[in-house]
């Protein structure tokens, strides 16, 4: 069941739970309201016929034929019927209904006080209130006041009255129903509208997700520069569509990683292997001395030892930033670090135009790992050397400025354009004028110079200009003296 849906029943549900309650407690007040306004008439009705009662020394006396009772109102949307009848039965006088007196006296009893009842009679219901006079109570009866009349012989004396009224309810039955069908018409448009219009809103409110499910399914492992569409809704939604594109830019970022590791691990690592595998087979061609072995043990055993310190380097590159920092830095005389260093390029096809400006005499501490900083130093004079003609120096240089250890290799070649000063760090970025003259590369070297760097806490600054060349600037902070004494 699609979202949308599940949010839609679960709306329509609650909202046909609101309008059932809604529905009947309407009609539950509208209900009661009436009966009480029916109530409340009966009671005026028996208040009119109570005040036709006259108390004497001898019982309770009749007076309605003697007085105009006013029992029903014209407005009334229903006649109120009564009879008054005495203690033995006997009807003494009531409304000219003879339905109604047989209404009336159907289970009557003798109670005192009031009571009240609903019954059906012949397919009817009535609403019956009765009120029970004794002659021995003070009921707080009105009396007539005035000019005594004289007493009539046949006036006779009841020692209890019932005084009995009635209405039909066939009337506010009636309305009762048509409130009810209003009610249940009302509810079923309201919930139909709402059914239409909430799968409306909640189609157009997901659809956003919708369309980031369709984009999502078309990012694959191999290409994640797809991003989802921007959703400007300012809700969660579009929380989770700037989330989704920043996973996938780390994901971006992580797999590209580990294309550069492949890479460089199968640029790196084949050389030494290579070296070490050719000394290996030539030394197993015959039987040689003991010196020729130690000798290509030794040599073996140099490759093997540059072999771990690319590994490291490796390894160093696929970690996180947050655990890219190496424990084990050591504390390094430029200098004379690199004056060693430079030894392993003798034999390179440019090694007569490198050109070395230091001060032995004067020594520049950092801390650095030794195989990564080679690494550093290796890929700029490689940058170096394909990006300018052979015969040109290749300058390295040293120098402690403004307490910081700067340490330069520039070159006088082709230079970068300014337009791409900024993208020569971007890991696999390959300039134009590179690939035009057919250089070869995979773009990787200085996003690694970039990422060492960072990570030894240096910075590297880059300076060009078109067919004057480039320099490269590895600038690190300067040991203080109790940093120099506590290592």
């Known amino acids: 069941m699609k979202l949308t849906t599940r949010i839609s029943v679960f709306f329509l549900a609650s909202l046909a739970v609101v309008l059932v309650g809604f529905s009947v407690s309407i009609y539950l ?19 009119t016929l109570n005040a036709a009662v006259e108390a004497g020394p001898d019982g309770l006396e009749w007076e309605g034929n003697d007085r105009k009772l006013a029992v029903a109102s014209s407005s009334a949307s229903e006649p109120i019927v009564w009879v008054v009848f005495a203690d033995d039965g006997q009807l003494l006088d009531g ?21 009240k009842q609903q019954i059906t009679l012949d397919a009817e219901s009535w609403r019956i209130a009765r009120r029970y006079l004794r002659a021995d109570e003070d009921r707080g009866r009105s009396r007539i006041k005035g000019v005594p009349r004289e007493e009539e012989p046949k006036t006779k004396y009841y020692s209890s009255l019932t005084l009995a009224v009635g209405t039909p309810l066939g009337h506010l039955t ?9 009610l ?27 369309r980031m499910a369709n984009s999502i399914s078309t990012i694959s492992a191999a290409d994640l520069s797809q991003r989802l569409p921007p959703v400007d809704t300012g809700d969660e939604l579009q929380d989770l569509s700037r989330a989704f594109n920043e996973l996938l830019t780390r994901l971006q970022i992580s797999f590209e990683r580990q294309r550069r590791f492949a890479a460089e691990a199968s640029h790196q690592l084949r050389t030494p292997l290579t070296a070490m595998l050719g000394q290996v087979d030539v030394a197993l061609r015959r039987d040689r001395g003991a010196e020729e072995y130690r000798g290509t043990l030794t040599s073996v055993h140099s490759q093997a030892m540059r072999l771990r310190q690319i590994a490291e380097m490796l390894l160093f590159l696929t970690r996180e930033e947050a655990d890219a920092a190496l424990p084990d830095f050591e504390l390094l005389d430029v200098n004379k670090w690199l004056a060693a260093h430079l030894a392993s390029w003798n034999d390179h096809l440019r090694s007569n135009d490198l050109r070395v400006e230091t001060d032995e005499s004067s020594p520049l501490w950092i801390r650095a790992h030794k195989g990564l900083l080679s690494q550093v130093i290796d890929n700029l004079l490689d940058n170096a050397c394909k990006y300018s003609d052979r015969g040109t120096d290749i300058v390295i240089r040293t120098a402690k400025c403004d307490d910081e ?39 990787l070297g200085l996003s690694i110079v970039q990422r060492i760097v960072v990570a030894f806490g240096a910075r590297l600054k880059i300076e060009s200009h078109i067919g004057r060349g480039s320099r490269f600037i590895v600038i690190f902070p300067s040991l203080a003296a109790e940093q120099l004494r506590s290592a």
């Open 29 to 47: 007040l509208v209900h009661s309201h009436l009966l009480y306004q029916l109530d409340d008439r009966a009671d005026d009705a028996l208040d």
């Open 95 to 115: 409304s000219k209904d003879e339905a109604a007196h047989r209404v009336l006296t159907s289970g009557a009893g003798q109670g005192t006080g009031q009571d």
């Open 174 to 182: 009636n309305q009762l129903r048509l409130l009810a069908f209003a």
């Open 184 to 210: 249940a018409g009302m509810s079923v448009l309201i919930w139909l509208l709402a059914a239409f219009l909430g799968r409306w809103l909640c189609g157009n409110a997901l659809a956003p997700l919708t």
């Open 405 to 443: 250890v700067h340490i330069e290799i520039g070159d006088s070649g082709y230079g970068i354009p300014e337009n791409e000063l900024n993208r020569v760090l971007d890991p696999f970025f390959r300039s134009f004028d590179a690939q035009r003259r057919g250089i070869q590369g995979a773009g």
